[in-house]
């Protein structure tokens, strides 16, 4: 298919949603969402999957016939598997990954867990690192791996429900898994000593097709009955993906959301240091990319105190002027500032007033700054997500790395680069590159600003 409307399911951490995205020119035509709440258990917190499956069946049904769906393809957040039974229903409820649980048992876990080398996946807190997950929900229930199957990635999960196929995907497993190698492109050592292998899905390119919808699901929702589903991606590569396709190397793509992931293509090569939460991603192509991440739309959040004011320039002029800045880390969790503790250098800016919106604008530009460097960027540096409108943010990040900042405009990058899986020939019919511009010259109190933020940062 080279054209038509692929429906895209979208399951952020924060958000669960449906977009239909015209393949022509990669233009949202329909948007839902709906919160991606936590549900409380038993037997641990968990996604309301069969609040998100109803939500989006009836999406499903009523933008093909409002528009027309060609294709479907599936984009999530990373840090989830799925367990299924031999039925293929849920084995146990899909743990949410902050969940402190898999901390009880950290000590044993770390006796277990390959190396950094190995794996590219640093070391991370509750449930973030997959491995983890497992063995503590194993540990927890003592006949949970007896009735699992099957293991899948998040997005294949829904693959799973639309078309019956089971899959895991390149993207999902390199994303801080500890069950992948993405040097070698196969599962690392973890997973036999875990006694999983015989119970982990393939791993399969994100743009393979699953297959055709079941049949149930197209006298559902009206589709046709051949409608292709393709296997999915992290969301974090889906923003990737179209810029891998549209422009020349060196570049950065920093993918904003509740998560701020910073990834490098074609950048200089570093060593990653992994108590800086730097990682080793996977492509949609199951190529390496050096990534860096921090919880950059939590902390957004937390520090701004659920007001928005737009900042005047003179905002601007008064957070540069005094010195008022916002220091690391207001998730101390995450992070290349991890371990260290939020606090006000200056007179702190009231909540709801422009100057503290300036602050934290530049407070996330600085701390993405410091992963970029980590993670050896070079070329200019595109902005994907909310972060992209905020103008602050992209003005300092631009004077501080001396890079072309481009912000991508539309809601979020992630459902674009979904529904590019379902070109047949990807870069034949790529974006056109982007054209970033010309770095920020910094000002004299921009420059000194920076040089203070940075030895108090790091102080």
């Known amino acids: 298919m080279t054209q038509g409307h692929v429906a895209v399911i979208d399951i952020g951490k924060t958000n669960a949603k449906l977009a239909l995205v015209d393949l022509a020119d990669l233009s949202e035509i329909a948007v839902v969402t709906r919160p991606n709440l936590v549900l409380p258990g038993p037997p641990w917190p968990h996604f309301d999957v069969d609040g998100h499956w109803d939500f989006l069946l009836e999406a499903l049904t009523r933008f093909h016939a409002e528009h027309g769906i060609d294709a479907i393809s599936i984009t999530t957040h990373g840090a989830s598997v799925v367990l299924l039974d031999a039925d293929g229903g849920l084995a146990a409820p899909i743990l949410d990954y902050e969940h402190p649980g898999p901390d009880d048992l950290a000590e044993d876990y770390d006796r277990l867990r390959p190396d ?50 089971t899959a895991a995907d390149v993207s999902s497993l390199g994303c801080h898994t500890d069950l992948w190698n993405p040097r070698t492109g196969e599962f690392s050592s973890l997973v036999d000593t875990l006694e999983i292998a015989d119970k982990l899905a393939p791993a399969r390119p994100s743009a393979d097709v699953l297959g055709p919808i079941l049949p149930e699901i197209a006298a559902r929702t009206g589709l046709a009955p051949d409608t292709p589903v393709h296997c999915g991606i992290h969301d974090s590569n889906a923003s ?97 500032f991890k371990g260290q503790t939020a606090h006000w250098h200056g007179q702190e800016p009231a909540i709801g007033t422009g100057m503290r919106g300036v602050a934290v604008g530049f407070y996330l530009a600085l701390v993405t700054a410091r992963c970029l460097e980590l ?45 590019l899986l379902a070109r047949p020939a990807p870069v034949d019919t790529a974006p056109a590159p982007t054209t970033p511009g010309n770095p920020a010259a910094p000002t004299p109190s921009e420059r000194a600003y920076i040089t203070d933020w940075t030895a108090r940062s790091r102080a």
């Open 240 to 336: 990737l993906l179209p810029h891998l396709l549209g422009n020349p190397r060196p570049f950065s793509v920093i993918s904003s959301g509740t998560w701020v992931i910073v990834m490098s293509v074609g950048g200089h090569r570093v060593d990653l240091d992994p108590s800086r939460d730097t990682l080793i991603n996977t492509d949609a192509f199951g190529n390496p990319v050096p990534s860096a991440r921090f919880m950059g739309g939590r902390e957004h959040d937390l520090a701004s105190g659920g007001a928005y004011p737009e900042p005047t320039e003179a905002d601007i002029d008064a957070v540069l002027s005094g010195g008022v800045m916002l220091l690391p880390a207001v998730v101390s969790e995450t992070g290349p």
């Open 375 to 419: 993670v050896g960027h070079d070329g200019p540096i595109l902005v994907e997500g909310p972060f992209a409108r905020n103008r602050c943010y992209g003005r300092m990040l631009s004077v501080a790395t001396g890079s072309p900042v481009r912000a991508m405009h539309g809601s979020t990058g992630t459902s674009q680069g979904a529904a």
């Open 116 to 165: 950094f080398s190995e794996t590219g996946s640093p070391r991370l807190g509750m449930g973030l690192n997959v491995g983890a997950q497992l063995h503590w929900q194993f540990a927890t229930d003592p006949g949970l791996k007896a009735r699992t199957e099957t293991i899948l990635t998040y997005p294949q999960y829904w693959g799973a429900r639309l078309t019956g196929v």
